[in-house]
């Protein structure tokens, strides 16, 4: 079997420096356990230089069509290795004045991260199956890094309860199909789940529906999202930042990949399915965050409402494929643009956590007046989050906005009523943030100092936010380059 290096290489790359963080932190003292991250951090340049170099490329087929490198792997590789930059430049700190097991943990997160890169290249369900738990299985224990606190305890033991519930439920779902089809491979099982009728129907659309709950419980859509809140705020909060991205927007490449190429046909069936997740999602998201006192509490359910948002696409498929790559590219965009403005959010939450650790949001009281550029920034992202303009959340509402009007029919006219109402409740308590800021005194007024590498973060996020609303059209165009479903 002839293998593809250059197309697995920016796999191979970060595979060798898990390994060479893990060999090298068992020489390093304590005083220098801190080096393991930017070994790290060289490993993942160098892996984001070797995805950049296949850009441009024709789709590349590994392991029988097991693998697969296209538009659409490549635009989620990229988007994944720059996220594990920002994870790292955050966590740097964090970790370093913590007393924290600094080698482990970035071990730990690249391994996460390599899952991340193999996701949206696995068009078959085995392949779909380990890159996921690949994904999961390192978070469970870096929720869980803070040792001595209960909360961190609490946080990965649910964590982990309910991941390997959801994953026993998937597995069951892809077991049936496999059954069914005698294919593993999604355009294979396409093709079979066609043609069959009568009873083998019927178990399909069930065995669709376990596979569906498995990755809502991933991507903690409700009523499977009682876990996100607890461990987000359990978590240490650069771990809370790769759950909300990194480990959300995986889950949504399969998830994309899975509805949209293997199960296809039997959209009739799943489509009432997603739209109920979604407007369930987004309702109970945005109307528990109403009543948070706490930052990280308050941007784990602002997750769970957007991942309503992204899910309401999927509740958009018809027969029509042009109205399908629509819907698609809409999703992507907005996982895109979402990623940006939550780990700025998550990057000033960093900051703020070396003065504040419990994060509260009077914790933020007054920040204005210690440190103008960080108030100024979070604004941006919160005010992006609720979908205002001038930002890139405004364009990424509007184009799942105006996917639910194009599609036609009651549905998508209610859809779309549902995510305006939706956007607007969320104003109330994304802005209560920026309230707190700007108009109320600090208790303590001496200036905010923070690292060089987390303002760095802060900056480039709040730029690009601002420049995905000037500029809306390369990001739309990445993701009609990048759709799964054929012209």
């Known amino acids: 079997m002839n293998i593809d290096y250059h197309a697995l290489a920016p796999e191979f790359i970060l595979s060798g420096t898990i390994l060479l963080v893990l060999v090298v932190d068992v020489f390093l003292s304590a005083r220098h356990k801190w080096l393991a991250m930017p070994l790290s951090l060289v490993g993942v340049v160098a892996a984001l230089i070797a995805t950049l170099t296949l850009i441009g490329s024709t789709p590349r087929v590994a392991f ?80 869980a890094f803070r040792k001595n606190d209960l909360r961190s305890n609490e946080a990965g033991l649910k964590f982990f309860l309910i991941g390997v519930l959801s994953t026993a439920v998937m597995l069951y779902g892809m077991s049936v199909i496999y059954g069914l089809t005698g294919a593993t491979r999604l355009d294979a099982i396409a093709i079979k789940l066609a043609d069959i009728s009568g009873g083998q129907e019927t178990m399909a659309l069930a065995a669709i529906l376990f596979v569906v709950v498995g990755f809502a419980f991933k991507v903690s859509a409700v009523p499977f999202q009682f876990w996100a809140p607890d461990t987000y705020e359990g978590s240490p909060v650069p771990v809370a930042a790769f759950l909300a991205v990194a480990s959300s927007a995986a889950g949504f490449a399969g998830l994309l990949q899975l509805m949209f190429v293997a199960f296809i046909h039997q959209w009739e069936f799943w489509v009432p399915i997603f739209a109920l997740l979604s407007v369930a999602t987004m309702f109970v998201g945005n109307l528990i965050a109403l009543k948070q006192t706490q930052v990280v509490r308050l941007l784990a359910y602002s997750g769970i409402a957007q991942a309503g948002y992204i899910l309401l696409p999927f509740a ?64 941006l992202f919160m005010v992006s989050l609720a979908g205002v303009p001038p930002t890139g959340g405004f364009w990424a509402k509007i184009l799942i906005f105006r996917a639910a009007i194009d599609r036609g029919g009651s549905l998508g006219v209610w859809l779309a009523v549902f995510m305006l109402v939706n956007s607007v409740i969320s104003v109330f308590y994304y802005f209560a943030v920026p309230r707190q800021m700007i108009f109320k005194p600090a208790t303590d007024e001496s200036p905010l100092r923070t690292s060089w590498l987390v303002t760095a973060v802060v900056g480039l996020a709040a730029l690009a936010i601002l420049a995905v609303f000037i500029m809306p059209n390369p990001f739309a165009r990445l993701a009609d380059l990048s759709t799964l479903i054929p012209v």
């Open 316 to 379: 958009l498929v018809t027969a029509d494929p042009a109205n399908n790559r629509t819907a698609f590219s809409s999703s992507v965009t907005y996982i895109l643009i979402y990623g940006i403005m939550t780990l700025g959010a998550y990057a000033v939450a960093v900051a703020v956590s070396r003065t504040s650790p419990r994060l509260l949001i009077s914790d933020f009281a007054g920040l204005a007046r210690r440190s103008a550029f960080l108030a100024v920034a979070m604004t």
């Open 64 to 143: 029988g069509g097991m693998f697969v490198l296209d538009n659409f792997a490549l635009l989620f590789q990229v988007f994944f290795l720059v996220v594990a930059i920002v994870v790292l430049a955050i966590s740097l700190r964090y970790f370093r004045e913590g007393g924290f097991y600094q080698g482990e943990y970035y071990f730990l997160l690249l391994t996460s991260f390599l899952g991340c890169l193999l996701m949206p290249a696995s068009r078959d369900l085995l392949m779909l199956f380990i890159s996921l738990e690949l994904v999961s299985a390192p978070g469970f224990l870096m929720s």
